[in-house]
């Protein structure tokens, strides 16, 4: 669907990113002049590398840590057309980090209000939207008793989890539930409080699997969620399904939330609203299950489980109530439709590219 306006001056954060990437293709291929931030040099030139095509199309920026004083007010001084739309994406996604309030926390919020703050200073009467990638995490309760199903969650509900309870746990998967949970409601407050020009749609998904497009050098380049839902069970690393947890049960496409993302900049029904995106269940059964069955020349390395236990005993994830959200995906697409990708699809795909890409 190549728009060619290129009256649109797309600002995307994290470009190299796993969901990043993908958005940025859509972008290119919508016809949209793009400015997309990386944390060096370096990587720009890895994206231009995996990608030659993209070269000459997408104006690369170095915002190298968002800690620093007013990050990004001078990518706003300096950028050679007004931006229209934004996509924050870049936010820490690596659970193996030892700060949780420094590496996580802290990144996560002030890269949020800094970006919007600038926005607001220097984006003028041009800029008419800021999508920012959330989370589900930042939805549902971290703390749910996962051993009945609740109330479905809504676009209503938030997490209640605190930076206290995931510091004194240690609890990397908790850090991360709070560093998306900060950073959006932050957003909102920024919105309430300033009244800047530009509105806001926030992005709400579950565990994000797909191929990946991003640059890649070796098995550590699979970025975390590939590698927890998917790789993990042909590395080795579980040799048994038995006992292996996922932290939430609902997954959607990246392909998916790249669409969706491109989609709400121009979507009427998008603004000031929370869109939960999930396309249905994932566990480790369910993966393992269509490894075996679509890769052949896999099925020694991948444990075999239990086929027809589909979820862990015991384990009875609350669903997502997807009416309003699946309502403006609809009207954010040509055909007023929207369809999610399915687990089947979105493995095979994904261990597809994986093995192109020789990372397993
Ligand atoms: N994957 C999922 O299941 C999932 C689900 C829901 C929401 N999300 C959200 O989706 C976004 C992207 O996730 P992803 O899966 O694409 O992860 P990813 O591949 O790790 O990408 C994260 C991006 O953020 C950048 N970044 C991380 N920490 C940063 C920091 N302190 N300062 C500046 N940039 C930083 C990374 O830069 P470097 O590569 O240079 O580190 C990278 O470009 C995140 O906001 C994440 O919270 C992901």
């Given at each position: 669907?190549?728009?060619?306006?290129r009256?649109?001056?797309?600002?995307?954060?994290?470009?190299n990113?796993?969901?990043?990437?993908?958005?940025?293709?859509?972008?290119?291929?919508?016809?949209?002049?793009v400015?997309?931030?990386?944390?060096?040099?370096?990587?720009?030139?890895?994206?231009?590398?995996?990608?030659?095509?993209?070269?000459?199309?997408?104006?690369?920026?170095?915002v190298a840590?968002?800690?620093?004083?007013?990050?990004?007010?001078e990518?706003?001084?300096?950028?050679?057309?007004?931006?229209?739309?934004?996509?924050?994406?870049?936010?820490?996604?690596?659970?193996?980090?030892?700060?949780i309030?420094k590496?996580m926390?802290?990144p996560?919020?002030?890269g949020?209000?800094?970006i919007?703050?600038?926005?607001?200073?220097?984006?003028?009467?041009?800029?008419?939207?800021?999508?920012l990638?959330?989370?589900?995490?930042?939805?549902?309760?971290?703390?749910?008793?996962?051993?009945?199903?609740g109330?479905?969650?809504?676009?209503?509900?938030?997490n209640?989890?605190?930076?206290?309870?995931?510091i004194?746990?240690k609890?990397t998967?908790?850090?991360y539930?709070?560093?998306?949970?900060?950073?959006?409601?932050?957003a909102w407050?920024?919105?309430?409080?300033?009244s800047?020009?530009?509105?806001?749609t926030?992005?709400?998904?579950?565990?994000?699997?797909g191929?990946?497009?991003?640059?890649?050098s070796?098995?550590?380049?699979?970025?975390?969620?590939?590698?927890?839902?998917?790789?993990s069970?042909?590395?080795?690393?579980?040799?048994?399904?038995?006992?292996?947890?996922?932290?939430?049960?609902?997954?959607?496409?990246?392909?998916?939330?790249?669409r969706?993302?491109?989609?709400?900049?121009?979507?009427?029904?998008?603004?000031?609203?929370?869109i939960?995106l999930?396309?249905?269940?994932i566990?480790?059964?369910?993966?393992?299950n269509?490894?075996?069955k679509?890769?052949?020349?896999?099925?020694?390395?991948?444990?075999e489980?239990?086929?027809?236990q589909v979820l862990p005993?015991?384990?009875?994830?609350t669903g997502?109530?997807?009416?309003?959200s699946?309502?403006?995906?609809s009207?954010?697409?040509?055909?007023?439709?929207?369809?999610?990708?399915?687990l089947?699809?979105?493995?095979t795909?994904?261990?597809r590219?994986?093995?192109?890409?020789?990372?397993?």
């Amino acid at each position: 669907m190549a728009n060619q306006d290129r009256s649109f001056h797309i600002l995307l954060t994290g470009a190299n990113g796993f969901v990043a990437s993908h958005i940025l293709s859509i972008l290119l291929d919508r016809g949209y002049a793009v400015t997309a931030t990386v944390r060096s040099k370096e990587k720009a030139a890895d994206i231009i590398k995996t990608h030659p095509s993209w070269e000459g199309k997408v104006q690369f920026v170095i915002v190298a840590d968002f800690t620093a004083a007013k990050p990004f007010d001078e990518l706003f001084i300096n950028a050679n057309a007004p931006f229209t739309h934004i996509i924050h994406t870049a936010s820490p996604l690596n659970f193996g980090v030892k700060d949780i309030q420094k590496e996580m926390i802290e990144p996560a919020v002030r890269g949020t209000t800094e970006i919007l703050k600038s926005a607001h200073h220097y984006g003028g009467l041009t800029l008419k939207r800021f999508v920012l990638l959330g989370s589900a995490v930042s939805v549902l309760n971290s703390f749910e008793d996962i051993t009945r199903e609740g109330r479905p969650y809504t676009e209503k509900d938030w997490n209640p989890v605190t930076a206290e309870e995931a510091i004194a746990r240690k609890d990397t998967v908790l850090g991360y539930n709070v560093s998306k949970t900060r950073a959006e409601s932050a957003a909102w407050e920024f919105m309430k409080t300033e009244s800047p020009g530009f509105d806001l749609t926030v992005i709400n998904p579950d565990i994000i699997i797909g191929p990946m497009i991003h640059p890649i050098s070796g098995p550590k380049s699979i970025n975390e969620t590939n590698h927890f839902a998917i790789a993990s069970f042909i590395d080795g690393t579980h040799q048994q399904i038995e006992g292996v947890a996922f932290p939430f049960y609902h997954f959607v496409d990246v392909r998916d939330v790249a669409r969706s993302h491109v989609d709400a900049l121009t979507n009427p029904s998008a603004s000031g609203q929370r869109i939960l995106l999930i396309s249905g269940l994932i566990s480790p059964q369910l993966v393992v299950n269509i490894i075996r069955k679509n890769f052949p020349t896999l099925r020694a390395k991948v444990p075999e489980g239990n086929p027809s236990q589909v979820l862990p005993p015991g384990v009875h994830p609350t669903g997502w109530d997807m009416r309003l959200s699946l309502d403006i995906l609809s009207k954010g697409t040509r055909e007023q439709s929207w369809k999610y990708i399915d687990l089947e699809t979105s493995v095979t795909d994904t261990v597809r590219s994986m093995i192109e890409a020789k990372v397993i």
